[in-house]
């Protein structure tokens, strides 16, 4: 066992060091670039290998297969490209990485922002039906944690219905469902009624997925999410007056 | 009567062999052991250098680095490198962070002094001059030789410490404020000491001085 432990030591210890200059910037291991040189300067890595991270190592991320990250990358970089780089150094967004079945805590999501470390991680598995829009809702969390004081939680509850309540935390409600409500009532989707920033997300990536004319229709008939729709485009201008839904 | 016993044809060869052997041993233990010996020093009273007030020279144990600084691109940057060279600040800084054919990493004035080295806490030591702003907004392409000012994981968090990188590394652009590009000597750099297995430097390679050249 000595032994073992010895020839494991003197292994440790002989391991030449490698340098990750992604993994320098952004903290997570076993990724690679995919593209960096893009217009709005976005950088997207790949996850070569699985990783793990946080404190606890409880986020999860396994490395795709290339066929689908090839497809999956077009999709993500189409909606990204929409950002421009002003807007994304704004919103302190800059690497975006490309990983399969994300997790934290063994809950899969459709993915992760971190504006600390300027990252986004999206699960290219997430559920066909909803991945595009899903790129928007997680830009909006960028935007919501590095613009924290300029949203409020408690504002925005007010434009519900007095007797709603969302849940404590987006985990603990059953309310998961991501398909657009045919009868809004205030919500795009059921997912809208877990928590206030998941619901000004959920406002947000419609707001940018959906066509214009149909977003107008959709205030005209709801009157709580045209407040909704008012409060996000505006707290938006406040960030970046030139940018447009 | 002792016989005179004549050495053998194959036993003259071992002979032979043996003292080129321990000749070629005494040599390449001296080759060795100088590391500058294939560096060529860099002698600035033979370059002809153009912008003279942003040429700087540094001299590390390999000889001169001669380094281009670009304040048009990092103004802030370039200041206030500029104002701790002036001062002499650099002079027998560590070398604390060395990657091997990938960056060297220097200026923590407050625990890489040769004379109080501090190895608990060097590569988190400060100027006193207090932070500055990232310059990271203006075109700048981090190749082999291009040099920049280290930070903490946030923005904004610039102070005295810098790196010079050994091999081109396109993520860095936008990331660190770039201060300028290495002109002649980053062979001396490839030699500075580094660690197998860490980033940080045990017994370091120290600055012997930075200057400007006007």
Same mark, same amino acid.
């Given at each position: ?12 210890? !002989? ?14 291991? !076993? ?16 996850? /070569? ?7 606890q ?25 929409? #950002?421009? #780089? ?7 967004? +800059? ?5 399969? !079945? ?7 999501? /459709? ?6 470390? +300027? ?5 290219? +598995?997430? !559920? ?15 935007i ?34 991501? +398909?657009?409500n ?8 059921? #997912? ?15 707001m940018?997925?959906?066509k214009?004319?149909?977003i ?11 407040n909704?729709i ?15 839904f | ?16 062999? @043996?003292? *080129?052997?321990?000749? %070629?041993?005494?040599?390449? $233990?001296? *080759? ?15 370059l002809? @250098? ?15 680095? =001669?380094?281009e ?20 600040? $650099?002079d ?16 923590? @004035?407050?625990?890489?002094k040769?004379?109080?080295?501090? $190895?608990?806490?060097?590569? %988190? ?41 050994l ?21 001396? *750099? ?9 980033? $940080? ?5 120290? =600055? ?7």
């Open positions: 066992m000595n032994l073992l432990r010895a020839v494991l030591l003197l292994i440790v210890f !002989n391991t030449p060091i490698k340098a990750n200059s992604i993994y320098n910037i952004i903290k997570i291991p !076993n990724l690679e670039i995919y593209k960096i040189d893009t217009k709005n300067k976005l950088k997207y890595f790949y996850a /070569a290998r699985p990783f793990r991270l946080g404190t190592k409880n986020i999860v991320c396994s490395n795709p297969n290339k066929k689908d990250l090839e497809i999956k990358y077009k999709i993500i970089y189409k909606n990204l490209s929409r #950002y421009s #780089y002003d807007y994304l150094k704004k919103i302190n967004l +800059k690497y975006i990485v490309m990983c399969e !079945n994300l997790s934290i805590s063994e809950l899969y999501t /459709a993915g992760i922002a971190d504006n600390i470390m +300027k990252t986004l991680i999206l699960d290219i +598995k997430f !559920n066909e039906d909803y991945f595009e829009r899903v790129i928007h809702h997680e830009v909006f969390h960028m919501y944690l590095q613009y924290k004081e300029i949203f409020s939680d408690e504002e925005w509850t007010k434009f519900n219905n007095s007797e709603f309540k969302y849940a404590e935390c987006s985990t603990c409600t059953k309310k998961i469902g991501l +398909k657009k045919n009868e809004t009532k205030g919500f795009f989707t059921e #997912y809208s009624q877990s928590t206030a920033s998941e619901d000004m997300a959920e406002v947000y990536s419609h940018i997925y959906l214009r004319s149909e107008k229709q959709i205030s005209k008939l709801d009157p709580i999410l045209n909704k008012s409060y996000i485009e505006s707290k938006i201008k406040q960030i970046d007056s030139s940018f447009t | 009567m002792i016989k005179k016993i004549k050495a053998s044809k194959s036993e003259k060869l071992i002979l032979i062999f @043996l003292i *080129l052997l321990s000749i %070629t041993t005494f040599s390449a $233990y001296f *080759l060795i052991k100088n590391e500058c010996l294939f560096i060529k020093n860099i002698d600035v009273s033979n002809s @250098l153009k912008n003279k007030n942003n040429i700087v020279i540094l001299n590390v144990p390999c000889g001169n680095v =001669i380094i600084l670009y304040p048009k691109i990092s103004p802030n940057g370039v200041r206030r490198f500029k104002t701790l060279i002036k001062s002499g600040a $650099y027998n800084i560590a070398f604390h962070r060395v990657i091997k054919n990938k960056l060297v990493q220097a200026g923590d @004035l407050e625990y890489g040769k004379e109080s080295i501090n $190895y608990g806490k060097i590569g %988190t030591g400060k100027s006193g001059l207090g932070n500055i702003k990232s310059e990271i907004d203006n075109e700048f392409k981090y190749v082999a030789g291009s040099i920049g000012l280290a930070r903490t994981f946030k923005n904004d968090t610039e102070d005295s410490q810098f790196f010079i990188i091999q081109d590394e396109p993520l860095f652009e936008g990331e660190y404020t770039p201060l300028g590009n290495v002109l002649y000597g980053l062979e001396a *750099l490839n030699k500075i000491k580094h660690q197998r297995n860490s980033e $940080y430097v045990l017994r370091p390679d120290f =600055i012997n001085s930075l200057k400007m050249f006007n």
